[in-house]
């Protein structure tokens, strides 16, 4: 039975649970439910979570750990002397995998028998054919350890599946039992709902900060060993990027960062004027006519997938630039790709998340600071620039952050409208490059994971967000340096 059925079935007790609970709670009362602790659907809610929490938790880490234990106990059915490294183990154990999913589709569609597969040998012609009848493509031949590799795989997972169906289904049963012998009228079933409710709250705002704690410790080992195989001074400090695959890879993280930092600049630069400007005039002075058109309108810039933008980029303001700044007329820009491209074309990108934030903030300053400023005689603007923008102010700095944070993290733009080169250079008309497009560089193709080529990804996405983090921390530093003024 696969997880879906079995997550049915217990929701299928859940919803008898809470019939019966409601029902047993009602006749302890005689139906009066003046009586009774709790509203009635509260019974019903306690007898539905006592079945749903406890199975639930272990369903879900049943399928987390299922793969993970039998995955590793696979894997030591592989001599050592099939492999010397862990990248031709990964390599051996898709095969694995593969070769079982083949299996179990030919199990199941009746191609074969278990007493046939259990009879099966590696290399024959039945083995090879039936593969190919189920669509099994391997990336080598099917020796006897991938075979019985394979099966003890397929096996061991129905076990496993088999056992948790039970577990689950049994724990699902038992929980409805407990729920219902211990409802009456006198037991305190709401309490009991929300507390589970109040753990549901807390597990929710605890997922930012487990989600933060997942990034870090999965960049973590490939950038440790990195590091152990490339010097961290050349990374940091390095002036050349300049990978090879075949040895001798210069690998500075310098020009990735500079061309990241130089297209956000041109990007903020952009999007923060235009965006806080348009969320004055929508807040402050325009009509209501026009905001309910102008506002939904501007933000439909932020529903724009970024390869539109990317294309955008690359063939027509790439094309107009060049016709404004290339060789022909002042000879600044040699190419459509380049730095202002990427940074004119994110920046529109850009607008909306400013925009529409800004907006939302100055439209949570309270009226009567309007008023008492009115009051002693200002003027309008004058209202907006010394009450409105400074009692806005921490939260027009946590959108303007936003806004950082999606151009320093933005990759299609880059890719199609600046350019591959990483360089270090003072000139926005040139081609350059940012961490994010060369991370999936690093990533793509048939790279070798224990190479520093390839790891090198994983150490420029920790860098990335190790200098993410640091914005966050001087933005809170801004905001609540300026929030005192109005506490």
Do not use: C
Not at 78 to 98: F, W
Not at 443 to 452: E, K
Request: aromatic share 10%.
């Amino acid at each position: 039975m696969p997880a879906t059925w079995i997550f049915l079935f217990v929701l299928a007790l859940a919803v008898i649970g809470y019939v019966l609970g409601r029902r047993k709670a009602m006749a302890s009362a005689g139906g009066d439910g003046r009586l009774m602790h709790s509203l009635p659907s509260y019974y019903g809610y306690n007898a539905a979570l006592f079945v749903l929490v406890p199975a639930l938790l272990v369903l879900g880490a049943w399928l987390v750990a299922q793969p993970m234990v039998i995955e590793r106990s696979v894997q030591h059915m592989i001599p050592e002397t099939a492999y010397e490294t862990s990248g031709e183990l990964s390599l051996i154990m898709s095969d694995v995998h593969r070769v079982a999913s083949g299996l179990e589709t030919a199990v199941t569609t009746g191609q074969i028998t278990a007493p046939q597969l259990e009879a099966m040998q590696a290399g024959s012609t039945d083995v090879r054919g039936l593969l190919g009848s189920v669509g099994v493509a391997v990336g080598s031949d099917v020796d006897a350890v991938t075979l019985e590799a394979a099966k003890s795989y397929r096996a061991r997972n129905a076990t496993a599946d088999t056992l948790r169906n039970i577990v689950v289904g049994l724990l699902a049963l038992a929980g409805m039992a407990l729920a219902v012998l211990r409802t009456d009228k006198d037991y305190r079933a709401r309490n009991s709902v929300e507390k589970v409710v109040l753990a549901l709250l807390i597990l929710a705002a605890s997922l930012a900060v487990l989600t933060t704690l997942g990034i870090v410790f999965s960049l973590l080992a490939n950038t440790i060993q990195f590091f152990k195989l490339y010097p961290w001074t050349d990374f940091f400090f390095g002036t050349t990027w300049a990978p090879s695959f075949g040895g001798g890879s210069e690998l500075g993280i310098l020009p990735l960062f500079w061309g990241t930092f130089y297209i956000s600049l041109i990007a903020l630069a952009v999007a923060v004027p235009i965006g806080l400007f348009a969320a004055v005039y929508l807040s402050e002075y325009a009509p209501k006519s026009v905001r309910s058109f102008a506002k939904p309108l501007l933000e439909v810039l932020a529903g724009i997938p970024t390869i539109v933008y990317g294309l955008f980029a690359l063939l027509t303001v790439g094309p107009m630039l060049l016709t404004a700044f290339g060789p022909d007329s002042v000879g600044w820009m040699s190419g459509g790709t380049a730095v202002m491209t990427a940074g004119l074309v994110m920046g529109i990108m850009l607008i909306p998340f400013v925009s529409s934030l800004s907006d939302d903030i100055i439209n949570a300053v309270p009226q009567s600071m309007r008023d008492g400023s009115y009051g002693l005689g200002a003027t309008k603007s004058e209202t907006v620039k010394q009450v409105i923008l400074p009692a806005a102010l921490p939260g027009i700095v946590g959108a303007v952050l936003l806004a950082a944070s999606r151009a320093i993290g933005e990759t299609m733009i880059v890719v199609l409208g600046a350019g591959a080169a990483a360089r270090l250079s003072m000139n926005p008309f040139e081609a350059m490059t940012t961490v994010t497009a060369k991370i999936v560089s690093q990533l793509t193709g048939d790279a070798d994971f224990a190479s520093p080529e390839a790891l090198v990804a994983f150490a420029l996405g920790m860098t990335l967000f190790v200098i993410t983090l640091a914005l966050n921390v001087f933005a809170l530093w801004i905001v609540r340096k300026y929030r005192e003024q109005y506490d």
